[in-house]
T-cell receptor, first 121, second 116 residues
Framework: GAVVSQHPSRVICKSGTSVKIECRSL??????MFWYRQFPKKSLMLMAT?????????EQGVEKDKFLINHASLTLSTLTVTSAHPEDSSFYIC?????????????????FGQGTRLTVV | AQKITQTQPGMFVQEKEAVTLDCTYD???????LFWYKQPSSGEMIFLIY??????QNATEGRYSLNFQKARKSANLVISASQLGDSAMYFC?????????????FGKGTKLSVIP
């Protein structure tokens, strides 16, 4: 099956620094990738949709200048948390779909990366 | 607007018994897809089962089955013969019919604990 590789799995950084999280699709080309954020014991909240070659679409309330998303190629999307603060500490997880496998968009399975646990101290 | 509701924050089940995890949804779309994902403590999201709004039969995948009641807008997950490895968070999710929309909206999840 399709595989998504997300790195790093854990990162601790100091306040004010930036952290880059990478998400790679290993078996195929992903035109669309999603970035989610998950607080402890909470659900996944969509942050943004990343389309290859174009600007990401951010959900309401997500600061695009703080969470920079770059989908420069069909196999790589990155999320950079800039000027990190302790409240940015969270679990970040990427996801993509395989539209070529679906007759409709409904049953397109979403594949997820392993997630990145960010702790800002 | 769509919404996924999982009313059980936590559930316990005896090993080898069956358990039902509840999920209700709210959408005005006629065409939609419902998913269940398992998230172990490691954090990865594992796809379990899918049900389309037009599917007449309940989806089944091994020990997982989806009790789809369209009129009630419910899509409960049934896990048969629970195993210790089933202990995890379980999320119900929905995808709507927005053009080019592949994104999923998730419920708050249910933490399942399997007791030996």
């Amino acid at each position: 099956g399709a595989v998504v590789s997300q790195h790093p799995s854990r990162v601790i950084c100091k306040s004010g620094t930036s952290v880059k999280i990478e998400c790679r699709s290993l078996d195929f080309q992903a035109t669309t990738m999603f970035w989610y954020r998950q607080f402890p014991k909470k659900s996944l909240m969509l942050m943004a949709t990343s389309n290859e070659g174009s600007k990401a679409t951010y959900e309401q309330g997500v600061e695009k200048d703080k969470f920079l998303i770059n989908h420069a190629s069909l196999t790589l999307s990155t999320l950079t948390v800039t000027s990190a603060h302790p409240e940015d500490s969270s679990f970040y997880i990427c996801s993509f779909v395989l539209p070529s496998r679906a007759l409709t968009t409904m049953n397109t399975e979403a594949f997820f990366g392993q997630g990145t646990r960010l702790t800002v101290v | 607007a769509q919404k996924i509701t999982q009313t059980q924050p936590g559930m316990f089940v005896q090993e080898k018994e069956a358990v039902t995890l509840d999920c209700t949804y709210d959408t005005s779309d006629q065409s939609y897809g419902l998913f269940w994902y398992k998230q172990p403590s490691s954090g990865e999201m594992i796809f379990l089962i899918y049900q389309g709004s037009y599917d007449e039969q309940n989806a089944t995948e091994g020990r997982y089955s989806l009790n789809f009641q369209k009129a009630r807008k419910s899509a409960n997950l049934v896990i048969s013969a629970s195993q210790l490895g089933d202990s995890a968070m379980y999320f119900c999710a929905m995808r709507d019919t927005g053009a080019g929309s592949y994104q999923l909206t998730f419920g708050k999840g249910t933490k399942l604990s399997v007791i030996p």
